[in-house]
């Protein structure tokens, strides 16, 4: 048996291939979407997944002002942030920031999923979330999934 046909192919940036998707958010659970976009960002459906390449697809997410939360998140859930003051740790609710950036909600699920070092900031730019139904990334002719 000759073993040395058995050799673990890694990906790297030059060899990868990314595709572009758009997802449509519109009643959709914003943790489980969440998880599957993170996946399809980092490349974890694909059969040559490497863990230190961006080999994930670009994500393009339309209508995330109509995503949805069960039960009471949407007035209970917190998020905080510090603007890096004495006393200046601020709150707020995922109605508040529904109503002024749609989007972000969505951002902010995407990034908690993702790895927390040099990788992970490069693949959260592979992200592209809008609150209508429009979007300017006609030009890559991205393909349209249902999760």
């Not at 990906?11 to 595709?19: P, S």
């Not at 659970?29 to 974890?44: D, F, H, P």
């Not at 070092?117 to 693949?123: A, S, V």
Request: hydrophobic letters at 35%; one cysteine or more.
């Amino acid at each position: 048996m000759n073993t040395l046909s058995y050799k673990t192919v890694s990906a790297n940036k030059n060899t990868v291939n990314k595709e572009w998707i758009v997802v449509d958010a519109e009643g959709e659970i914003l943790g489980r979407l969440a998880s599957e976009i993170a996946k399809v960002i980092r490349g974890k459906h694909k059969p040559s997944f490497t863990p230190h390449v961006d080999c994930g697809d670009n994500v393009i997410v339309i209508n995330a002002d109509k995503v949805r939360m069960t039960g009471n998140k949407l007035g209970d859930k917190v998020y905080v942030r510090y603007t890096g003051y004495p006393g200046g740790q601020r709150f707020v609710s995922p109605k508040e920031l529904m109503a002024k950036h749609p989007e972000r909600i969505i951002e902010k699920a995407v990034r908690g999923m993702l790895p927390k070092n040099r990788l992970g900031r490069q693949l959260f730019k592979n992200l592209y979330v809008y609150a209508g139904t429009e979007h300017k990334h006609e030009a890559q002719n991205p393909k349209p999934v249902k999760f």
